[in-house]
């Protein structure tokens, strides 16, 4: 089986740059930014091109949820500013969630979701993605679960494998329902994960196709 991704997708880079990103996502990309030099410096240059279309576009009315995904884009950068990758502490919580993990991973009052996986969740979206971090005991596997939409995962702490390969410290990952697998977090250490689920009743892509009826009598 084909290895899966580990990186986002540019096009997924060049929306968080745009802030047009739902805030869950933005806070997976920026989780993987402050581990990953190459993306970080991809964004930058993004931000930089985005920046020279700005000053050559005409002033217009921003709309209220351009002006809410634009704080909260400033609220990431903010926190970005300060987090290069080479300076990051491989143990420590990501400088986007610090706002939700102040005191660190072992602190915070998880929830037994089977004997090897405890989650937190972090927040809702206003789309309805659940954004939670996952923790799976060391050899531990999560139970199979599935979910209409996309799942993001970044992996904040030790490492797991599946079917399609070994993932790391840092690695991006988005899977949909078609994606079926069985991961299991590595023996010597537990894994952390920043998971984001979207919403039950969101249909995205091939889904929406299938379940929109008006959609899909235009393919008869
Ligand atoms: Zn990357």
């Not at 405890?118 to 060391?138: F, M, P, Q, T």
């Not at 991006?172 to 329902?177: C, E, I, K, P, T």
Request: aromatic share 6%; charged share 20%; glycine share 6%.
């Amino acid at each position: 089986m084909e290895k899966i991704l580990t990186h986002p997708v540019d096009e997924l880079l060049a929306s968080f740059s745009a802030a047009s990103l739902p805030l869950s996502q933005a806070l997976c990309i920026s989780s993987h930014l402050e581990r990953c030099a190459a993306c970080h410096q991809k964004v930058q240059r993004l931000n930089g091109l985005g920046s020279e279309l700005m000053q050559q576009l005409k002033p217009s009315p921003a709309s209220s949820e351009l002006k809410e995904r634009m704080i909260n884009r400033l609220d990431i950068l903010t926190q970005e500013t300060h987090a290069r990758p080479q300076e990051t502490h491989v143990s420590s919580v990501p400088r986007c969630l610090q706002q939700f993990i102040q005191t660190g991973y072992d602190k915070l009052p998880w929830r037994r979701v089977s004997p090897d996986i405890h989650n937190y969740e972090l927040c809702r979206d206003s789309n309805g993605a659940k954004v939670e971090l996952l923790r799976i005991k060391a050899g531990g596997s999560p139970t199979t679960h599935t979910h209409m939409g996309d799942e993001y995962t970044v992996i904040l702490e030790g490492s797991f494998s599946d079917e399609t390969g070994l993932y790391h410290q840092g690695d991006f990952l988005v899977r949909d329902a078609r994606h079926k697998h069985t991961p299991v977090a590595s023996q010597d250490r537990e894994c952390i994960c920043l998971a984001v689920t979207e919403g039950p009743i969101q249909f995205t892509g091939f889904f929406s196709r299938l379940l929109n009826p008006f959609v899909r009598r235009s393919y008869t």
